[in-house]
């Protein structure tokens, strides 16, 4: 075998393997897209998810030292086409064959980048963060998508966006208490954590509401390789606002919401009936 395609090989496949350890839920997703997909967005979310380690996990280091020189790595890996860090390499290689856009990754490091101190986040800030940290990831899976259709991409970006906001601030309020407890942080404008309420829990849902709808619109008209998958995630996280919205303030702040795995294999039964029906 040829040893540069035997090393990005096993660099694709050390993505593959940070993805499972790290999330069941978006590796079933992938397993529900084209196989031709599987590996270019294994390499997207291994990209991510060690930039988000970086900021959350690593507090006994210098995090932005770290960062600074993941991302350094980052833009030299694309530039030579080559890195000895296995996801960085995945990484470059899919950015390099799918055109994936600079101004993505950077604003993605930018936002990584705002988690390092603590952030009083007005509206502007708030949206551009969440366009970095969410908006971004799903734009780099639609230049995968699109496989180059450029036509394609352009008529799907804001769907691709109001989808990856949905999903990141539906995260947000199932996480609100641990974001603040164990990082200090709170996301949405205006919430004093100590005097979250219903009526501003309303608020916020009803934007997220607004942003699925949105989503949804652009599933539908997603190339049929990948519409099952997306559709998956969209399904997932709609469940798991539905099951928020159901509960008052208080309680949000005293557990944490999830979706149990029968629902979630139920969820992918159902999405595969309607894929297969054409319904979505």
Request: with cysteine; glycine share 6%.
């Amino acid at each position: 075998m040829d040893q540069v395609k035997l090393f990005t090989d096993t660099s694709l496949a050390c993505s593959k393997l940070i993805t499972k350890r790290y999330s069941t839920s978006f590796t079933l997703g992938i397993r529900t897209l084209d196989p031709a997909l599987h590996l270019p967005v294994y390499a997207v979310y291994g990209f991510v998810r060690w930039a988000d380690e970086i900021v959350d996990t690593f507090h006994d280091h210098n995090r932005a030292e770290l960062l600074a020189d993941f991302e350094r790595q980052t833009y030299d890996a694309i530039e030579r086409g080559f890195s000895l860090n296995p996801v960085l390499h995945s990484f470059a290689q899919v950015v390099r064959e799918y055109a994936i856009d600079r101004e993505f990754i950077a604003a993605f490091l930018h936002s990584m980048a705002l988690d390092l101190e603590d952030q009083h986040y007005h509206p502007g800030l708030y949206e551009e963060y969440i366009y970095g940290s969410a908006e971004v990831v799903g734009l780099m899976c639609l230049r995968i998508f699109c496989r180059g259709d450029a036509a394609a991409f352009e008529r799907l970006r804001e769907p691709a966006r109001r989808l990856g906001a949905a999903f990141q601030k539906v995260n947000f309020l199932r996480d609100i208490r641990s974001d603040f407890e164990d990082r200090g942080r709170v996301y949405f404008p205006g919430v004093v954590y100590q005097h979250f309420n219903d009526v501003k829990k309303a608020e916020i849902e009803a934007d997220i509401k607004a942003d699925f709808e949105a989503g949804y619109a652009g599933i539908q008209q997603l190339p049929r390789a990948a519409k099952l998958g997306v559709y998956l995630a969209y399904v997932y996280y709609l469940k798991l606002f539905y099951k928020i919205r159901q509960l008052p303030a208080a309680r949000i702040l005293g557990e944490r919401v999830r979706v149990p795995d029968n629902t979630k294999l139920l969820l992918l039964l159902g999405s595969w009936f309607r894929y297969r029906l054409a319904r979505i």
